[in-house]
């Protein structure tokens, strides 16, 4: 294994770890030359999300539209949203919480 090449701590030479950085780089714009080139002028092609984006998304979307569904039925109800608690503070920060988490749901979708 002495054949003069320097080696890396993974034991490729730098010929090697160079093919390894230019196969993993992706497009500059999220959409791959040959698949942009295909869409016909003035069509919007868009990115696929990865997939942890979209399990957040999916996560904190339905935590959100949950909480917030759950709020405004024991709202409706007139029965306490939390026991022992203002009931007006617990719904007015139960409803901030469900619609914060609804927002960073969405936002987790948009998310290359």
């Known amino acids: 294994m002495t054949d003069g090449a320097k080696r890396d701590g993974r034991g490729r030479t730098r010929t090697d770890a160079r093919r390894a950085r230019t196969f993993i780089r992706r497009p500059a714009g999220g959409v791959h030359p040959v698949f942009a080139r295909g869409s016909p002028a003035g069509v919007t092609v868009l990115r696929m999300e990865s997939g942890p984006a979209v399990f957040a998304g999916a ?10 569904l759950w709020t405004s039925i024991r709202v409706r109800m007139r029965e306490p949203v939390a026991e022992g608690a203002n009931p007006a503070v617990a719904a007015v920060l139960t409803s901030l919480f469900g619609v914060v988490s609804l927002a960073v749901g969405v936002w987790a979708f948009t998310r290359p």
């Open 59 to 68: 996560a904190f979307t339905l935590f959100g539209v949950g909480l917030l």
